[in-house]
T-cell receptor, first 115, second 112 residues
């Protein structure tokens, strides 16, 4: 079974600065998908960014980008020019292409943005 | 286009009572999932379905049952609620393997 680990329960960043959230995963599969989801206090799960394992190029989405290291099984999220609205719980998730294509989540990182 | 809708949003039960959570999606998605979220543990998969009439166990299925009689609906049942089932429950759906999951707003269940 796949596992996802987020080693930083809490992180903080100053407004307009850059922060990187870490994520590692364990799998024996060669094809899969990785995601970062954001959960603000409203509790809604919001997709931040998606990465296909077969793509070497790192995904970017406006101020959000990832550093995908397939051999190291690492998938970190970089938030540039942090804004107060970025404050939320961030979850890293792994999606297998087998076993019902389930999504496995890490424990989450609580990000605080200081003005 | 409502996306993924969960009902009810909040519910308080007494130990031993039963209830059903309803998840409805209007996006014609094949895959549907039920997760529970507890503090410090992320989201854990309870049951899932890869199509109408199919269901399968996830990571934490004990104490729950599910049904997918219609493609757009995925029901999660608790036959005899226990305090350990106090949690926030999320339903999610997806069109295909490569796509992200779309989540409902969550349902907070408290079992006294």
């Amino acid at each position: 079974a796949q596992t996802v680990t987020q080693s930083q329960p809490e992180m903080s960043v100053q407004e307009a600065e850059t922060v990187t959230l870490s994520c590692t995963y364990d799998t024996s599969e060669s094809d899969y998908y990785l995601f970062w989801y954001k959960q603000p206090p409203s509790r809604q799960m919001i997709l931040v960014i998606r990465q296909e394992a077969y793509k070497q190029q790192n995904a970017t989405e406006n101020r959000f980008s990832v550093n995908f290291q397939k051999a190291a099984k690492s998938f970190s999220l970089k938030i540039s020019d942090s804004q107060l609205g970025d404050a939320a719980m961030y979850f890293c998730a792994y999606r297998t292409i087998t076993s019902g294509s389930r999504l496995t989540f890490g424990e989450g990182t609580q990000l605080t943005v200081n003005p | 286009n409502a996306g993924v809708t969960q009902t009810p949003k909040f519910r308080v039960l007494k130990t031993g009572q039963s209830m059903t959570l309803l998840c409805a999606q209007d996006m014609n998605h094949e895959y549907m999932y039920w997760y529970r979220q507890d503090p410090g543990m992320g989201l854990r998969l309870i049951h899932y379905s890869v199509g109408e009439g199919t269901t399968a166990k996830g990571e934490v299925p004990d104490g729950y049952n599910v049904s997918r009689l219609k493609k757009q609906n995925f029901l999660l049942g608790l036959e005899s609620a226990a305090p350990s089932q106090t949690s926030v429950y999320f339903c999610a759906s997806s069109y295909g393997l490569a796509r992200e999951l779309f989540f409902g707003e969550g349902s907070r269940l408290t079992v006294l």
